[in-house]
């Protein structure tokens, strides 16, 4: 496999590396300079920390290893050429708050204000598709799969739920509590206003306001034309990752929230790459506007029943319940939630639940690898 090789960084780069890697490394010893080979290139340059354990001779981090042969992520790693500005909050701001809105505009929807990517138009010939992201992340990762998708023939829409991304974040007490009830009301409601009115494709993904895109399937079955489920835990087997546990614990929790670069960590923690700093500008902005993204997710977060959720999920799509045609598509490298999840889903009703395994993706395959995401998706929409 080859590797896409970086020139070595000046040494203030390099030691600002856990500015934007998922897992910074922590040093606190003597530092010292391996070297990394690659099978075709030269020596490069790992920065790792001095040890007296037997394991002396090991690199502790090496912050070329996220380099692959992926042409989505080719290019991950960043290393700022000012590392001071990494630390502003005001320049960073002024720097990405343009950003991030791609085929997006504002759509007002009972009280509230919904983000909603849209493309392609109504008179696509190959009907709508409905894409709904998960927590704590947002429509964005949608912008490729939905620009290929409308080129393919598809009318796309990706909203962003309330709450996340660039929607309305209302403080809870105040007309939106973040139950699931009130979100399945506002996205019935969202569909009035973009007009769709026949039934769709729907693509879900991700933790949390996924998993109530498919409670809300459950209890619309005849709105959907077909479904595909991309990395979601579906079963009561499904793990919980530690972003959501933190989030129920009283004071860490509101701690956690806070945390500005949170959502491209988790979603960097679930995957085997290192985002642009493009992207991770763009799943950062939210979060460093203002609180109120982060305490929405907390919210949503106290309120969500995880197992039950995904117990409904398991036992409503299971054979006897749900017969209309879903796919899996899953991303074999996810980190959260395995493929065995994927697998045990499918054998609770073979004969609907067709799987597609994504290799080189991870918790978001609509990311990591959007070409093979939309491939799977354009075979099985087919009408």
């Given at each position: 496999m080859a590797l896409s090789l970086l020139s070595p960084p000046p040494s203030s780069a390099l030691c600002s590396l856990s500015s934007t890697s998922s897992s910074p490394a922590q040093f606190t010893g003597p530092l010292r300079l391996w070297t990394s080979r690659s099978r075709t290139g030269p020596a490069l340059p790992v920065l790792t920390r001095a040890s007296s354990e037997k394991d002396d001779d090991k690199p502790a981090f090496n912050p070329f290893g996220f380099v692959t042969d992926n042409p989505s992520s080719r290019s991950a790693i960043q290393m700022p050429e000012s590392p001071a500005e990494d630390g502003n909050v005001g320049q960073m701001l002024y720097r990405i708050e343009d950003k991030g809105k791609e085929y997006g505009s504002y759509v007002k929807s009972g009280k509230f204000r919904w983000f909603v990517r849209e493309t392609g138009s109504p008179e696509s010939r190959r009907g709508t598709v409905i894409f709904l992201h998960g927590a704590p992340?947002?429509?964005?990762?949608?912008?490729?799969?939905?620009?290929?998708?409308?080129?393919?023939?598809?009318?796309?829409?990706?909203?962003?739920?309330?709450?996340?991304?660039?929607?309305?974040?209302?403080?809870?007490?105040?007309?939106?509590?973040?139950?699931?009830?009130?979100?399945?009301?506002?996205?019935?409601?969202?569909?009035?206003?973009?007009?769709?009115?026949?039934?769709?494709?729907?693509?879900?993904?991700?933790?949390?306001?996924?998993?109530?895109?498919?409670?809300?399937?459950?209890?619309?079955?005849?709105?959907?034309?077909?479904?595909?489920?991309?990395?979601?835990?579906?079963?009561?087997?499904?793990?919980?990752?530690?972003?959501?546990?933190?989030?129920?614990?009283?004071?860490?929790?509101?701690?956690?929230?806070?945390?500005?670069?949170?959502?491209?960590?988790?979603?960097?923690?679930?995957?085997?790459?290192?985002?642009?700093?493009?992207?991770?500008?763009?799943?950062?902005?939210?979060?460093?506007?203002?609180?109120?993204?982060?305490?929405?997710?907390?919210?949503?977060?106290?309120?969500?029943?995880?197992?039950?959720?995904?117990?409904?999920?398991?036992?409503?799509f299971a054979s006897g319940s749900w017969d209309k045609p879903i796919l899996v598509a899953w991303g074999i490298s996810d980190k959260y939630l395995p493929q065995s999840i994927a697998e045990e889903f499918q054998k609770g009703n073979p004969g609907s639940v067709e799987l597609k395994l994504i290799e080189g993706a991870g918790h978001m395959p609509q990311e990591d690898w959007p070409e093979k995401v939309v491939d799977a998706l354009k075979m099985f929409f087919r009408v």
């Open positions: 992340t947002q429509s964005y990762s949608y912008r490729v799969v939905m620009s290929q998708m409308s080129d393919a023939g598809f009318h796309c829409f990706a909203p962003d739920w309330i709450g996340f991304g660039f929607s309305d974040k209302p403080q809870p007490g105040y007309g939106f509590d973040y139950t699931e009830k009130e979100f399945h009301e506002e996205f019935e409601k969202l569909l009035e206003v973009l007009g769709v009115t026949s039934p769709f494709f729907l693509v879900v993904q991700g933790f949390l306001v996924g998993s109530y895109g498919l409670t809300w399937t459950l209890k619309n079955p005849s709105k959907i034309l077909k479904l595909a489920i991309l990395n979601t835990p579906l079963t009561v087997s499904s793990p919980i990752p530690g972003l959501f546990q933190q989030l129920r614990i009283p004071f860490l929790g509101e701690f956690t929230c806070q945390n500005a670069v949170m959502a491209e960590r988790f979603i960097e923690a679930g995957s085997a790459y290192v985002l642009k700093l493009e992207k991770a500008d763009v799943y950062r902005l939210p979060y460093l506007s203002s609180s109120g993204p982060g305490f929405a997710l907390l919210e949503a977060a106290k309120r969500a029943n995880f197992k039950e959720t995904a117990s409904q999920i398991s036992s409503g």
